[in-house]
Every structure is written in structure tokens, then in C-alpha cells.
């Protein structure tokens, strides 16, 4: 599957997948994402709950066996990181045509 | 108390709840057949919020609860198959929501689309069973030859298939409308 078919990721997406670079729940995800972002992006459960569904379904995140056997735990795969750095590129890309626009570049 | 209603969007069937709160009509369960049942009680504010899900087995039903109940979101009404998934918000906070995206919000009429497609398609394949059985039980077919009876199945069958059809129509159309906002 080609993985640039996947792009833009929503923020959601990209910030999940982030937080997942460290294994964790889904109410740890939140508590995470809530801190990368500086306090500005707080997923909802019915939100994180279909996320991860669908991150797990497209084998961008895994679920790792644990102790607490109620609560899955999952963490990002080959795969995903894959996508976040193709994600980041293009954003990149985006950041680097604004500044050339803004410098008075023609 | 019982009150037979049919939603077409989630957005009313939880405002209806909610309403039904300030009335001091506390909302207990939603069975299947559409009877929402309600305990008298205090008049207050409740922050009820609707997700549209259907599993599989127990094990991810029972982890999906406890996510939600993690983020502060109690299960109140709703099995592994039946689809709409009640919660309420544990801290009554009005503003708090199950979604924080648009898309994910939306996602809910296309899980419910999907299942009542694949309800009208089992339905229609049944029918056909049905009549398949008709036309070799009698070997002079004729709707006259067949007692009366036996074509109740197949009524019901066909109420149940134009109920799902209707209400396709209608939830189809308040999705689309959703995705144009």
C-alpha cells in the first residue's frame, strides 16, 4: 500500500501517532497529545477510540500485550513512522513556501 | 416511563435526552425496538452523548467502555450489537463532548449505514429463501394454495425491509448534509 496516499493526516492522526513513539492506552494518548500540543488539542474518547480502530485496521500502530488485561496498549509500527516522516516532509515543503513568500521571493 | 421515537441524527435523539433530564425524566435504557425508558427523578441538568459502534465479542466491547469511562464518560445504555452506545458525562460538564473532530463525529452515520445495509440485504436474501420454499412446496403454485398463515413471515419481512429502506434514505440524506459543514 502506498503510504502517500494516506496524506494530509488529520491532526488527530498525526498527533496519536506522534504520542505513540512511547507505548500507552488511550486515555494515556490524550494525557500525552494534550502535552505536545501546549494544552491546545484535547482528543475526545469516541474520537480516540475510532482513531486508534482505524490506525490499528491500516497496521499503523500495533497493540502490545500487557499486564493490564482491560486496557489495550498500543504503539506506533514500522509503518507509521514511516508516514509521519513522509507527513513531515510535506509539511516542510509547506513551511518553506510560505517563508519564500513572505521573504519577497518571486 | 416509556416513549416510542424514532431519530433520524444523533444530534436530536441526544438533545431530546438531555430535555427529557430537565423535565426530571432521567433517561435508563434504549431498547431495541425504540422504547426510551425513563425513571422520574430530580429536574437537572444531564450531558448524554450518543456513539454509533457494533462488535464483534465481549472483550472489545468491554475495553471500549472502560476507554470512555477512563475520559470521564459512564456507559449507560447499550449492548455489543445494538449499535447506538449511550453515555454520560460523569463530571456534567455541558460542554464536553465524545468527538473533538468533525470527521469522527460524522463517522458515526457511516458505521449506522453500513449495518443497516448489510440488515436490508440479509433481509431481501431471506425473502427470496422464503419464496424459493413456497414454490416447491406446492407443486400447483398459486398465492391461493398457499394457506394464509404461512405469508406472515414474509410480510413481516417485507415491513422490516421497507422500515430499513426508508430510514436509509432519511439518515443518508442528514450525512450528506453533515459533510457539507
Known amino acids: 500500500m502506498n503510504l502517500s496516499k494516506k496524506l494530509p493526516l488529520t491532526e488527530t492522526t498525526y498527533y496519536i501517532l506522534l504520542a505513540l513513539h512511547q507505548e500507552g492506552h488511550g486515555y494515556a494518548i490524550m494525557q500525552r497529545v494534550e502535552e505536545l500540543s501546549g494544552g491546545k488539542v484535547r482528543i475526545a474518547a469516541g474520537t480516540m477510540y475510532g482513531a486508534l480502530d482505524n490506525l490499528l485496521k491500516q497496521n499503523l500502530i500495533i497493540s502490545i500485550p500487557s499486564q493490564d488485561t482491560r486496557r489495550k496498549i498500543y504503539k506506533i509500527s514500522t509503518s507509521g513512522i514511516e508516514l509521519i516522516d513522509l507527513e513531515v516532509n510535506r509539511l516542510k515543503n509547506l513551511i518553506s513556501a510560505y517563508k519564500f513568500i513572505k521573504k519577497g521571493g518571486s | ?181
Open chain 2, 1 to 181: 416511563m416509556k416513549q416510542f421515537k424514532i431519530f433520524d441524527e444523533f444530534d436530536k435523539e441526544e438533545a431530546y435526552l438531555n430535555s427529557m433530564a430537565k423535565k426530571g425524566y432521567i433517561f435508563k435504557k434504549c431498547s431495541n425496538l425504540g422504547f426510551y425508558h425513563f425513571l422520574e427523578g430530580e429536574k437537572q441538568n444531564l450531558n448524554i452523548r450518543i456513539d454509533y459502534r457494533v462488535f464483534n465479542n465481549k472483550r472489545d466491547f468491554e475495553e471500549y467502555k472502560i476507554m470512555f469511562n477512563d475520559f470521564g464518560w459512564e456507559h449507560i445504555s447499550g449492548t455489543a450489537y445494538s449499535g447506538n452506545q449511550y453515555f454520560l458525562c460523569k463530571d456534567n460538564g455541558a460542554n464536553n463532548d465524545i468527538f473533538s473532530s468533525k470527521e469522527s463525529s460524522t463517522s458515526r452515520y457511516k458505521r449506522l449505514l453500513k449495518i443497516f445495509f448489510i440488515n436490508i440485504i440479509l433481509l431481501i436474501s431471506y425473502c427470496f429463501t422464503i419464496l424459493e420454499c413456497y414454490w416447491y412446496n406446492g407443486s400447483n403454485f398459486s398465492i391461493s394454495s398457499i394457506e394464509l398463515w404461512s405469508w406472515i413471515p414474509l410480510i413481516i419481512f417485507i415491513t422490516m425491509i421497507l422500515f430499513y429502506g426508508i430510514r436509509i434514505i432519511l439518515v443518508y440524506k442528514k450525512y450528506k448534509n453533515k459533510l457539507k459543514y
